[in-house]
Structures are given as C-alpha cells and as structure tokens.
C-alpha cells in the first residue's frame, strides 16, 4: 500500500505552528530593556571573571614597581629670564600688548634654537659625555646609560665663548640631546619666560638650564652688535661715498666701528652675561635655575594609578572581546543575538558522579517542555522533531529525557529513533522502555525505512494513537532525512553543544531547514556545565537549579551533596 500524501494524515494542518505564528507570541523587544540587560550580562561576566582581572593588575602593579625601582629619576631645573621692550606707542596700549606677545613668542623661538644649544655644547664641551653625545633616540639613550650608568653631578669645566664652528657627528647629537630635554615657557602679561631642562642629576639640569639663559642673553647680544655693526657699515659707505676719506664725520663713523667689533670681540671672550640692554630690548636673569631636591619624574603616583588602570580596563576588554568574538554559544542570550533563535532552555552534562545529576537533567528537561508548551494538554497529537547539526550534541538523552517525562504526565508517547545505527543499518526494531517515570514506545527506524515512506505511514499512524511522538532525527548538516523528517513535525527543535559548537555551524543549519520552508521553533543548549553557567546567567533557570533548587529536591552541588550525606 503506498504511503497516503501529507494532505490526507493532516500534516499541513500540523504544520501551521511552523509557517503561521510562534508557538508563544514574544513582545517586542524594549531597547533600553535590552541594553541594560547587555550590561547585567557584562557585569556578570566580569564577576564571574574577577581573579583574572586581580591577576592582571598584579602583574601590571609589579611591572611598575620594576619600573619605577630600575628607572633613572629624572630632575627638573627653571630658569626664569625678564625681558623688557621699549618699543610702541604710550598712547595705544593694546598695540603695545599686542607688539609685546608677538615679540615674546620671537623670544622663546630663539631659546629653542639650535643657536643656543651650540652654545651650551661647547661651552661644558657635552660632546665628550657620553650621555649626551648619545643622542636622544630610545636605543642610543639606553647605549648612553650603559656608557655612564650613574648620573654625573658635575660637567667639564665651562670654556665660555667656545668655537661651534667645529661641529662633529658627537656635537651634532649632544645639541641634539640640549634640545630635546629643553622646554621653554612664556607669560605674556609679566614678560617672564621659563626655561627648564631635564636631566638625571638634579646638578647638572640647574647648571644647563642656567647656561641656557646666560647664552641667550649673549646669543641676543651678539645679535645686537651683529645689527648695530652692520648699520654703522652703511653708514661708512654712505659718508664715503659723500665725503672724503679725511672728512672728520667718516673718521668719526670708522671709530665707532672699530669700536663695535671690539665690543664684539670682548663679549665672545666675557664671562656669562646675567643682563642685556640693547636700543629697544632689555632682558635679565630673574631668577636662576636652584638644583631641584624633588625628582619630577617617574611619579609614583602617575605610574601605578595608569598600571592600575590598565590592569582594570586592559583584562576587562579582553574579557569582553573574547566572549564577544567566541564562536561557541555561551548563554540564552548569546543565541538569541548571534542567531536570531529563541533559546528554550539548557541541559545540564551528563555526570555519573554526581548523585542528582538526573534529577537536575529532568527538571532543566522539564523547563524546555513547559517553554515549548509541551505540557498543555491538546486534542490533537503533537509531532517534536529533535536534530542539531553535527553529532553528539545531546540528542538521546533530551529525547529519553521528554519522553520519560511526558509519559509520567499521563501522556501517550511515541519516541522515533531516526538516527541510523552502523551496527544494524537495517533493521528496523520496537520496544517498550518503562523508568521511574513513565513508559513510553520506541520505535527505531533502519536505512531502509528512512529512504521510502514508511516514515510518513508511522506518523500518520501515531498522531491516531499517540498524544506526543517524538522524532530523534539525523544531523541537519550531514544526512537530508533530517529535512524531510521535519516537514512532518509540528515543532524542530534545534540542538547545539554549549560553548562547542560554532554559531555558524548552527546558523547554517537553521538556513537549511529555513530554505526547506521549515521555521526552527526554538534552540536547546545542550552538556552545559551547570555551575559554570548558573554563575555567569545570574538569575537564570540554570542559577536557580545550581544553587537553590537542591533544597527542594536533593538537587545540590557535588560538594553540598557530599557535606550533607556527612
């Protein structure tokens, strides 16, 4: 007899909770509901993960402590010069401000200057310390310390007026260095402009940021004489060109010349200048740089608060990236976001060990059923297709398990057994199985069942006769009778190996059955490490059953379990 078409045992009829409205009408979704649940999540997450978090702060603090115990200290030394402008007019202030923070800015561009550097550089001849000589780059630095391991409190004696025409490579980074460790800083309403060097001897720092400004000031004065020369040159040629070589206003003219560059020559050779005046600029050391008693870095403070954070911020991302970007399905949620699927329920491991391990599987089994509305009662037979999409994802034991369950209620069921056997491709067999629950049927299927109709014929048969039957199917990626034994069932539930199996592989599962015109009615997270999972999914089925739900019905942790048989 050949096996009647869907249409006459009533299968689209069944099939309606597929194509039509989900079997529970789900509200929509309330955003900020959503996104404070995210950030439950994220909080339980981290909680769950705090002695890595301590751990990573732990190495971070030491790693600073290490830091902070082999670094140099580095001292900062200032240097304060008052400059002093008589140009503008007394009747327009603001053009005197205005002239005046110009020409300050133009003041702190010439102690930056490689000018002044070249000065200090062969006036304490830094060329020959190694440390400056060095060079400021990272790698020539460390060579520098390793050169000079302590820090020098006293330089070479000053040479002042030095030549810095002789540049070598050495010179060239000792500037180099001067400069880089050089900051200068200006306030334009008392005139006053800061110069401050850092260094590792607090000395040394006072001694160079000293020399700064004294050389600037003769930087400033040499520049002066350079213009006023240069003016009375044109002054020369001018009266020359006027008047004889004799003429008393020429003669005039070369003696103040001469008077010039005598000038110019006595302040190369003259000890440090301490102030210049010059015809419309004065400037003067206000205050010369102290040694400083107090290194200005690495600040103890500065160093393990930022270590501190790292350690927070630095393992708490992580954390999160990773269990973002995990290809396993960790939580209810994770399923929900990364598939799109409603997650019905979890399923604890198999544990032989534990002495309520059934226990908790049936009451976790039981949850699944209610969420699927399993346990409401209906004239009509329900056909539950179970498959996942690769094996071992736990579909025996949610099978057996339901089946039990349903069968104590007072159901009718039918278990199909549609996964081929190797040892009996065959053979088709039927058995009653009978534990402290209930009995129900269990027909196992052979290949040769599957591959022709008979399928069809029994569950035609079985919705006559039967109140739930249920329908262990094939993997969805692996054999098509999956496929085909899902377009007779009511409701395809979806299994998935908790945090092993890929959400891709499961997405592409559910795209299978979705191209057969066949809607997943929910997701089932299978081996789930109850106590793992209850801790992460506070407040959850999973939370409840491992922690509270042993005082009801013995279901308690192994450890509870133990101490209480004691």
Request: proline share 5%; hydrophobic share 45%.
């Amino acid at each position: 007899m050949n096996a009647p078409h869907l249409e006459q045992i009533g299968i689209n009829g069944g099939r309606r909770l597929l194509t039509g409205r989900p079997l529970i009408e789900e509200q929509p979704a309330d955003p900020r509901a959503h996104n404070e649940e995210v950030l439950r999540g994220a909080a339980r997450l981290l909680w769950r993960k705090r002695g890595i978090i301590a751990l990573s702060v732990a190495v971070c603090l030491t790693l600073a402590t290490l830091i902070l115990l082999t670094s140099q200290k580095q001292y900062t030394a200032e240097a304060s010069v008052r400059v002093n402008f008589g140009s503008g007019s007394a009747s327009n202030p603001a053009r005197i401000q205005m002239d005046a923070a110009a020409m300050i800015d133009g003041e702190t561009k010439i102690l930056r200057s490689r000018a002044v550097a070249d000065r200090v550089v062969a006036r304490w001849h830094l060329d020959q310390i190694p440390a400056f000589a060095a060079g400021p780059g990272l790698v020539s630095r460390v060579l520098g310390s390793l050169s000079e391991p302590a820090p020098r409190d006293d330089l070479p004696t000053g040479d002042a007026g030095a030549d810095t025409a002789s540049r070598s490579a050495a010179f060239l980074r000792a500037t180099a260095t001067v400069m880089a460790n050089t900051t200068v800083v200006s306030d334009n309403r008392s005139y006053i402009i800061g110069i401050r060097y850092r260094w590792t001897s607090a000395e040394t720092a006072a001694r160079i940021a000293t020399t700064l400004a004294q050389e600037y000031l003769r930087e400033r004065q040499e520049q002066g004489l350079a213009a006023a020369r240069g003016r009375q040159v044109a002054e020369v040629v001018q009266l020359s060109q006027r008047f004889g070589e004799r003429h008393p206003a020429l003669q005039a003219a070369n003696a103040r010349l001469a008077e010039i560059d005598g000038e110019i020559v006595a302040a190369a050779k003259a000890a440090p200048a301490q102030a210049v005046t010059l015809d419309s600029f004065a400037a003067e050391i206000a205050l010369p740089a102290e040694k400083p008693l107090v290194p200005s870095s690495p600040k103890p403070a500065v160093v393990l608060g930022l270590a501190l954070l790292l350690g927070l911020v630095g393992s708490s991302a992580a954390i999160l990236l990773i269990e973002r970007f995990s290809i396993g399905l960790s939580n209810e949620r994770a399923a929900s976001d990364k598939l799109g699927l409603r997650c019905l329920g979890t399923v604890p491991a198999e544990a032989p060990d534990h002495p309520h391990n059934n226990a908790m599987i049936r009451e976790a089994v039981r949850a699944i059923g209610v969420a699927a509305a399993l346990d409401v009662r209906s004239s009509t037979c329900t056909v539950v297709l179970i498959t996942s999409s690769g094996p071992n994802e736990g579909k025996s034991l949610l099978a057996s398990t339901l089946a039990s369950i349903m069968a104590q209620s007072g159901r009718r069921v039918l278990m199909v057994d549609a996964v081929p056997d190797p040892t009996r491709p065959n053979r088709s067999r039927e058995k009653w199985t009978a534990d402290a629950g209930g009995s129900y049927r269990v027909v196992k299927l052979g290949d040769g069942d599957l591959s022709g109709g008979a399928v069809e014929h029994l569950v035609m048969l079985a919705r006559n006769e039967h109140d739930v039957v249920l329908i262990k199917a094939p993997p969805v990626l692996i054999l098509s009778d999956a496929v085909r034994l899902a377009r007779l069932a009511d409701m395809v539930m979806l299994l998935a190996h908790w945090r092993k199996t890929p959400a891709a592989i499961v997405a592409s599962a559910a795209r299978r059955l979705r191209d057969a015109g066949i809607t997943v009615s929910g997701l089932v997270l299978t081996n789930v490490d109850l106590y793992h999972y209850g801790a992460e999914q506070l407040g959850g089925v999973g939370h409840f059953l491992a922690r509270y739900h042993g005082s009801h019905t013995s279901i308690a942790p192994p450890e509870q379990a133990s101490a209480s048989a004691k």
